[in-house]
């Protein structure tokens, strides 16, 4: 049984010994069945919010969080142009344990949400451009993972691997995704600060501006592509926008190899939720990630557009992959707020 508001409320006073509590309603938006919460209000009447973890994947994700979340000093995020959330407290319950955050306004979006233009799309891409320009050398100081553009490469093949190893991968696919990791010229670029696991969820907006970004667990040094294929999924216009604005805050051009990855890690998404699938045994997901691949050899085998390397045929265009990735949000929500748990091919809330 769900705790309660109040339940959540005592376990928050608890961590935090010095809060005091004037109400408290249930937090809808924080992964069905995967945490109990609750948003807290003060007397002075800022909020807080209270999350237990209710499986283990959630209970993972959350100490991940905080680890990432520690690691992103106060001198760091004075570097960011949105909040983050801060850690506040915690307590033990039940096998896991309580933590409080402060509670952060703002409106989650969808992909479908984002305009065309250089509004709010403006806004994602700056956002997405500041992390990426962090210093990397707080992410190893603190433990988390360091990765070169050569170990992104071999990951990405492991992955590719594994989805084989289940014998539901088509032929096909595994070639093309094979050849686009034998192209080393699409690898050659330089690992950034990378919060590793982006989707539209992650961001809180108010109007055209991104106010927060939650979701922290995958926070490493790695191929700065992994945060942005999920813009693939919006609007072609309000894709534009985002890579303008992310190219203009960091003055580097979203080159050709730099879309063929991030193309690449879209598709690769299919794959990684037919391994999500097998890691729980769950025949529903494995049978819509096969059903997904198939509808994506039927795209390949198409005249598409651009090649993800010189030996593959075409990739998906830009509207195939909004349809392949629509297909997953609502699925993706029961396993972590905001995406996909990541499968362990590089991988180690806010």
């Not at 993706?332 to 995406?339: E, Y």
Request: charged share 20%.
């Amino acid at each position: 049984m769900a705790r309660s508001p109040l339940t959540l409320a005592a376990l928050a006073s608890s961590a935090v010994p010095d809060l005091t509590v004037t109400g408290a309603r249930r937090h809808s938006a924080d992964g069905a069945g995967e945490f109990d919460s609750a948003v807290l209000t003060t007397p002075d009447g800022s909020a807080r919010i209270v999350r237990v973890p209710l499986t283990q994947a959630a209970e993972t994700e959350q100490s991940s969080d905080l680890v990432a979340l520690r690691a992103l000093t106060t001198g760091i995020r004075s570097r960011l142009p949105f909040d983050v959330p801060t850690y506040l407290g915690q307590t033990p319950v039940g096998g896991t344990r309580a933590i409080v955050y402060d509670f952060l306004p703002g409106e989650h979006i969808t992909v479908e949400d984002v305009p065309p233009g250089d509004g709010l799309a403006g806004s994602i891409g700056h956002a997405i451009a500041a992390i990426h320009t962090l210093p990397t050398s707080f992410v190893g100081e603190a433990g988390l993972p360091v990765l070169s553009a050569a170990e992104c490469l071999s990951s990405t093949a492991a992955l590719i691997e594994s989805a084989a190893s289940t014998g539901k991968l088509p032929a096909a696919l595994r070639d093309r995704w094979r050849d686009a990791v034998a192209d080393h010229s699409i690898w050659q670029f330089q690992p950034t600060v990378i919060n590793g696991a982006l989707t539209a969820d992650s961001f809180l907006v108010d109007g055209e501006t991104v106010g927060a970004v939650l979701g922290w667990s995958a926070l490493r040094v790695g191929d700065p592509a992994r945060d942005l294929h999920w813009l693939l999924a919006m609007n072609p216009e309000a894709t534009d926008g985002a890579l303008i604005a992310y190219a203009s805050t960091r003055q580097v051009a979203t080159d050709r190899q730099f879309t063929q990855r991030a193309m690449l890690y879209a598709e690769l998404e299919v794959a990684r939720w037919l391994l999500h699938g097998r890691e729980l045994r769950d025949q529903s997901i494995v049978d819509d990630a096969v059903q997904m691949l198939d509808g994506l050899v039927d795209r390949v085998h198409s005249n598409a557009v651009t090649p993800l390397s010189t030996a593959t045929g075409p990739i998906m265009a830009i509207d195939d992959v909004e349809a392949m990735l629509d297909r997953t949000p609502g699925d993706r929500a029961s396993v972590r707020p905001g995406g996909m748990r990541p499968v362990d091919d590089d991988s180690q809330a806010g």
